[in-house]
């Protein structure tokens, strides 16, 4: 992940995009990151389509996921899902709340999710369940308090993505692009294993071995950056690559040549 | 809902985009909104595909759905639907008739679609069913005289959406956009239902609870502007926003600062 | 249908182009026309992609599929699906022989595809089956033989949509609107249908007297109309709009206002 | 297939971007051809998404999947797959290894893929399996080793196409467009056959006579030439057709006379 504070926001606008494209956000899901250098802070958009939030509308909050500074902007009602995980997990420093469709008739039908395909692997060896439903009644279905929060952060445990009944699925990174490469694979492997079930027999699975041995390979740098390119060009395309970027190179050049993104560059150069 | 007459019929053409760019609407289907100052009126597009609506092809009916004022155009014949349930249910300002491919599997195979994820409590706790040739034996399957759309709004009761055999769906409204947001998240809850059911066991859908707490939240202020703004980006991106609106601007900007949707003052900034 | 033969032919791409733009027509298939005054003559595109047919592509050919005036064009090798159906149905005026992925299902699994909405009547009463190896055994599975043809043509008897197993479908109309409307709307029929089988009970149907009725109001002249007028506009939006129009237009303005075609008229009026 | 090295390096690039445009291949999976003039010798993108590479990352292999020149570029893990295919097969010029969602459900339900339409035909008499599992054990299921490419070689056998258990396919082509003829409707034929197994009942196949008239026929030149026009203009309208071939035909007008694409020569006419 970018060190610099300026680019770890740009970073977080281009996965919220990247998802958005990629058909896992629509208007409701929110995506955040944590401070690059204060462990207790996240950032995260106000209240709206995650499609249409940009660096301006990001807030600083605390791990309690209230506002660092005052602000007149309304929030998400579900950011202690974020705040929360971020608390127990000191090893997750992006997180995506999101109800892609891909995963949904898991989240209604019970049936678990598991690996099928070498990019499956991602999701991890486990994707537990949580049902709000079970410790707080019938409620309006929202993760609203801290202690709702809590409540899906204990059930996502050490794991890497957590399946919320008749709601969702919330999805952790140990930075943003993990998070993009695991949500958006995740979404894929999910699709393919409900096509699969479809075929009316049994349906293979990746051997635990196989999960682990994978999933260590595919989190490594180059299929992350491989995808992340593919992505961020779909993005370019579909005309939703975040428009300040290109002001902010402009000004300060200097700062662009520091940026990890392959394909900034590659747009920079074109300019 | 706006009081002013002219930010109704652009709203009505705007819901229309949305649901035709939403795969709600095809070549059929129509939407109306009732008069914001007479509730013994409503309007409805002339006879023409909904997408291809302008707010000039907006015809003033009286609740017996016949023109107020003589008109040359050819009209919808199913439009006694609108006005009949504007007649039986003074709650519902708004309405569509539609054949989304996402619910007309439910009014082919009879099976119930019932709530399955926190947006889907929008449909309400019940969707009945309809059928044409229960009362009115073969027939040309269209709903054109009087007492068949008396029929359907008897069959609606007090519910938002009823599902109509062998023929598509009806959505009612107490505006507008609460119209827009129940009608695209119906859809997306009958798609879900549906995978969910294709993984073969059983289905869990909300509790009775759950269904009424969650949906009196969701039909807030808050989650339906932040749908809406996200579906008008959509529209304008799709090259779909009426072109009149602008014009209107244009000539009248006093006006243009009254109105309530977010996403036209994005526009109007721009310009 | 028109009866100058240049619009007739215009019409003829106007509609390939649709049902290419309207997923039916992909690298495959074709579409063909009578000739307006000569009833033993019919016109369909040189052997290409149908999407990219032109009007200059047109060839005239007699009813044993010979074209009437050499060519050095390559022609297609299933063109006595046309000429076989011209000749043992005078009623038909416009053939499309294709191999859509909402009705292939139907050739593989060999279940019958029957009307289960209002717009799928117009497929009509039957939808027979044809296999080819029934009759000729193992082959290059291409309609190439007039004997193949005529096979086909008995197989469509008096009905308007033939299933060709392990293959694709043919459709006849009486005009090219009919055939476009016929086509579409089949090919939804029969997705709806495939998603209400897989909701796993009973799919309903249309009654014989619903479907008698509701075909023979569907196929008058404002249901197709509003239909063509909507697809022409998603023709022109996609970019697929044939180039020549515009161009005869200009040079004989006269003859355009000649044209049965609404949307063409509003494109005329927009230049 | 060109003879001409600039114009099979083209090629392949133009082959690329249209199994990317046809949901063939995305983020992953990568596209090869022998070299025209030395048949020890093979040429492969260097390691990005195939729909990214570009004429000028192409590396020359030997068989060994080693390059023939140094080079600073990273290359695919996996490109042993085509240099042992390569090996294995004399008759083979070029190798697709894809992940392409309409054939994952196979390799994961283990159902049998086999050819359901006449297109389908070309994936051959046999679709075999591979599971790396059964010779190699719990491994990171990419198929990086010498003698795991063998092995995958071993499993195509004298076929044309291979499922990989858990992965996804490899297809080998006797040219690059047969090639993309053969992965495009085989991805066609796998999801046919799916959607007319969810029918419920049993799934026509073609006859073994049927199936080897029918494949000899779909694979001449005729029908290759008019799906690969199509997919060229598709690649075009997507914006994605390589920037670089203009820039040739600029400079060496004599080459383009040469081109045996006549969608490039359509394009050069137009220019």
Redesign the interface.
């Known amino acids: 992940m970018p060190e610099d504070l300026a680019d770890v926001l740009h970073q977080l606008i281009v996965t919220t995009r990247i998802l958005a494209n990629e058909e896992v956000l629509?208007?409701?899901g929110h995506v955040s990151v944590r401070h690059p250098r204060d462990r207790n802070r996240y950032f995260i958009p106000r209240?709206?389509?995650p499609?249409?939030a940009e660096a301006s509308d990001l807030i600083e909050m605390n791990l309690d996921s209230e506002p660092v500074r005052p602000t007149q902007f309304?929030l998400y009602s579900e950011r202690v899902i974020h705040g929360e995980i971020y608390k127990a997990r000191p090893d997750v420093n992006a997180v995506v709340h999101h109800?892609a469709?891909a995963v949904?008739?898991?989240?209604?039908?019970?049936?678990e999710l598991v690996p099928?395909?070498?990019?499956g692997?991602v999701i991890g060896s486990k994707v537990p369940f949580w049902d709000q439903?079970d410790e707080f009644?019938?409620?309006?279905?929202?993760v609203v308090k801290p202690e709702e929060g809590a409540s899906l952060a204990r059930a996502l445990g050490g794991n890497w993505m957590v399946l919320m009944?008749?709601?969702?699925a919330t999805v952790a990174g140990a930075d943003l692009r993990q998070l993009a490469f695991r949500t958006v694979f995740g979404c894929?492997n999910a699709?393919?294993?409900?096509?699969?079930?479809?075929?009316?027999?049994?349906?293979?699975?990746?051997?635990p071995?196989?999960q682990k041995?994978?999933e260590?390979?595919q989190l490594g740098p180059?299929?992350i950056e491989?995808?992340w390119?593919?992505?961020v060009?779909h993005v370019e395309?579909a005309?939703l690559m975040p428009a300040k970027v290109a002001a902010k190179r402009k000004a300060a050049p200097a700062k662009a040549s520091r940026a990890k993104s392959t394909s900034s560059k590659r747009k920079a150069k074109k300019r």
């Open positions: 629509d208007a409701f209240h709206r389509a499609e249409l309304r109800h469709h949904l008739p898991y989240a209604i039908s019970g049936r099928v395909f070498h990019l692997a439903r009644g019938d409620t309006n279905m929202l009944r008749r709601h969702g894929h699709k393919l294993q409900s096509q699969a079930m479809a075929h009316g027999g049994r349906v293979d699975q990746l051997s071995g196989e041995i994978t260590a390979g180059t299929p491989r995808a390119d593919y992505w060009r395309k005309g």
